[in-house]
């Protein structure tokens, strides 16, 4: 049997009710053979053997003494991970969905075009009523620098370059992409960085990427250079971006994720002329393809007993 935990009923209890019931709902309808419970249903914890889960609070899955794997529905697991009632034997898999990679490659395009189109100065100025042509460069000439080649990194990088903009990106380990130059390493990551125009982070949230958007990596960029982040929130250290933001040293950015979310209203992002702020809009899971993959995952399971490729504890992803 399977448990579907979507969401910490303690953040909206109404939100968290009705998230549950569209997913239980698309994923009945994708595999009628299983019998899915909820928090509202009643079921013997013993008789579970997989959780279906987003982030539901820590120890949500401690009551389960037959669990066998963990399906996310998100691609990120950094906080199934950080529950430490979670056995470490326990695999957990990762939510893969090509649709939800276009979705956000959708998104970085959106967010590099805003900026390489000067959007948000053009929105200061009709703000104060003035006509002026802030002026034009080539997608050729702008050098777009993503951080992470995963499904989502990649599917970003060959949007960019589709575009026309000078794409490159780092990741653990080299990527050939076509028309997409590829980096690694630290020496990597420093070259990248130093020729970006506009840089896209796309990364995991692992220990050693947390953070990793500070005050050494801005000091890398090019003057004025624009940042957009759609990884995660604890890649980005807030003090360092609004000293970065108000040197000069970074023109704007476009930021998806947040430290804390939703952020709080007295944040100082909220007010600042040079940041642009979407509610963790960037890559929503698809109910319809993200059900199916699931179905299709659990029924490999069930008919050969080999559990789907699971998240690297070691790598967080």
């Not at 914890?45 to 820590?58: E, N």
């Not at 108000?246 to 704007?252: E, K, P, Q, T």
């Not at 944040?267 to 509610?279: G, L, R, V």
Request: proline share 8%; aromatic share 6%.
């Amino acid at each position: 049997m399977i448990l579907l935990l979507t969401s910490d009923p303690r953040d909206d209890p109404d939100a968290a009710d009705a998230g549950t019931a569209d997913w239980l709902a698309h994923l009945e309808r994708a595999m009628p053979e299983e019998t899915i419970h909820t928090v509202w249903t009643h079921y013997d914890p013993a008789d579970i053997d997989i959780a279906v889960i987003v982030q539901p609070p820590p120890g949500s899955l401690a009551h389960l003494p037959n669990l066998v794997w963990i399906h996310s529905l998100w691609a990120g697991v950094e906080t199934i991970l950080a529950d430490e009632t979670i056995p470490p034997d326990i695999p957990i898999v990762r939510l893969q969905d090509p649709h939800m990679a276009d979705t956000i490659a959708e998104a970085a395009a959106m967010h590099v075009l805003a900026l390489h189109r000067k959007m948000p100065g053009y929105r200061a100025l009709q703000d104060q009523h003035i006509w002026r042509d802030l002026g034009y460069t080539e997608t050729s000439e702008t050098r777009i620098g993503i951080l992470g080649l995963g499904l989502m990194g990649s599917a970003a990088a060959r949007v960019l370059a589709m575009l026309g903009f000078q794409a490159m990106g780092w990741s653990r380990n080299a990527k050939a992409i076509e028309n997409v130059e590829s980096f690694t390493g630290d020496g990597g990551l420093a070259d990248m960085v130093s020729k970006s125009d506009i840089l896209v982070n796309l990364l995991p949230l692992t220990p050693q990427t947390r953070g990793i958007l500070n005050r050494e990596l801005f000091a890398m960029l090019p003057p004025k250079a624009n940042v957009v982040n759609l990884g995660r929130g604890p890649h980005l250290d807030d003090d360092d971006l609004l000293e970065a933001l108000d040197s000069g040293r970074v023109g704007h950015a476009a930021l998806d994720v947040f430290q804390e979310e939703p952020l709080p209203g007295d944040h100082p992002f909220w007010d600042h002329p040079s940041i642009t702020i979407t509610p963790h809009v960037a890559a929503p899971t698809g109910r319809l393809t993200g059900s199916r993959i699931v179905a299709a995952n659990v029924r490999r399971y069930r008919a050969d007993g080999n559990i789907p490729e699971a998240v690297d504890r070691r790598l967080s992803y």
